[in-house]
């Protein structure tokens, strides 16, 4: 039986999605194309190990299951 506790410890932190700026969509537009270019920075690099934490678990699934049938 899988130690549920122990797999929650390696789990990617969750960060609070920030606020968006007020200027995003205004008219003048100063510094909203940074502040987008760092939200899909950050959103690609957590998908990415949220990608790699589905990996790994569904591995351990496969060899559980493998484990079952012999």
Do not use: Q
Not at 25 to 53: Q, W, Y
């Amino acid at each position: 039986m899988p130690n549920y506790e122990a797999e929650d410890e390696e789990l990617p932190p969750t960060d609070l999605i920030p606020s968006v700026a007020p200027n995003v969509g205004s008219s003048n537009g100063a510094g909203t194309s940074f502040f987008l270019e760092d939200n899909i920075v950050n959103m690609n690099k957590r998908l990415e190990e949220l990608f790699l934490l589905s990996n790994s678990r569904h591995e351990e699934v496969v060899v559980l299951i493998k484990g079952i049938n012999t």
